[in-house]
């Protein structure tokens, strides 16, 4: 049999198929434990063990088959790590978009006037060296826990142009004024935590692509959007979905961020 050399056009099948054999082992073994463990009381069973051994054989197999069909349908299969990883990295163009906006500080009385009616307050505003830093927040909370159950971050960097020097720092300096404003660790802020980055500037630069076009990867408890401005060149930024997890996350953070820019783009 002919194996499969892993491309971006077959790999939704291959892959498709490995988490079709996750889910179904799981499924399996869940719903064999609960058996198990019910059937005693409505029919007799002679050996119960027999029927504990039979699922976990059975689960386990099912389980195996991801890693089955890998060996035997994929060329080189030891590499597919490696490939996800080549896959996560490739440059994703930016979804692009007009606006009618033609300076920042328009941009940043209209935002203002905007986040009063939609439960976002300004909890810090700084001026650094070579930008300034502007970050609003929506926190919910529970009333089991000191943390919150969620929390909505606008981080709204501003520079002429954007460097590697000041998104390094912008990072560093915007981790350090949350956990200045909440008293915690970045960690202990919140269960969830979304942030949306906006970075606005005079003109494109390369840095300002490579960010755009390097995509905005989702974690499991923190969901990213990266968006960008260019006054000059008047258009808007998106930056896609990367490394194939947490989409649904994506999708759900990208349409409020279009409900709440919604003036942004030219219609």
């Known amino acids: 049999m002919k194996k499969i050399v892993l491309t971006k056009e077959n790999a939704k099948k291959v892959f498709f198929w490995m988490k079709f054999s996750i889910a179904a082992g799981n499924i399996w073994l869940f719903g064999g434990l609960i058996l198990m463990?019910?059937?005693?009381?409505?029919?007799?069973?002679?050996?119960?063990?027999?029927?504990?051994?039979?699922?976990?054989?059975i689960g386990l197999f099912v389980l195996s088959v991801p890693y089955l069909y890998l060996v035997f349908t994929v060329e080189d299969p030891n590499n597919v790590g490696e490939w996800l990883d080549r896959q996560s990295k490739k440059k994703t163009n930016a979804q692009k978009y007009k606006t009618k906006i033609e300076t920042f500080d328009n941009f940043l009385s209209i935002t203002d006037?905007?986040?009063?009616?939609?439960?976002?307050?300004?909890?810090?505003?700084?001026?650094?060296?070579?930008?300034?830093?502007?970050?609003?927040?929506?926190?919910?909370?529970?009333?089991?826990?000191?943390?919150f159950s969620a929390l909505d971050l606008?981080?709204?960097?501003?520079?002429?142009?954007l460097t590697a020097q000041i998104l390094e720092n912008?990072?560093?300096?915007?981790?350090?004024?949350?956990?200045?404003?909440?008293?915690?660790t970045f960690d202990d802020i919140a269960y969830h935590i979304?942030?949306?980055?906006?970075?606005?500037?005079?003109?494109?630069?390369?840095?300002?692509?490579?960010?755009?076009?390097?995509?905005a990867e989702q974690e499991f408890r923190t969901g990213r959007?990266?968006?960008?401005i260019s006054f000059c060149g008047r258009g808007v930024y998106v930056a896609k979905n990367v490394g194939g997890f947490g989409i649904t996350k994506y999708k759900k953070n990208r349409k409020e961020f279009f409900e709440l820019f919604d003036w942004l783009i030219a219609k």
């Open 194 to 215: 979304n942030m949306t980055t906006i970075v606005c500037v005079d003109r494109v630069s390369s840095e300002f692509s490579k960010l755009m076009n390097g995509g």
């Open 37 to 57: 463990f019910t059937l005693p009381f409505f029919i007799e069973i002679n050996d119960p063990n027999a029927i504990f051994v039979a699922v976990w054989v």
């Open 225 to 228: 959007i990266i968006a960008g």
């Open 154 to 161: 606008i981080m709204i960097l501003r520079a002429e142009e």
């Open 113 to 147: 006037n905007h986040f009063k009616g939609k439960n976002y307050s300004q909890i810090c505003s700084e001026k650094f060296e070579n930008y300034n830093m502007y970050v609003y927040a929506k926190p919910i909370k529970n009333s089991w826990s000191s943390l």
């Open 170 to 184: 912008s990072t560093f300096d915007y981790t350090k004024l949350l956990e200045s404003y909440y008293n915690e």
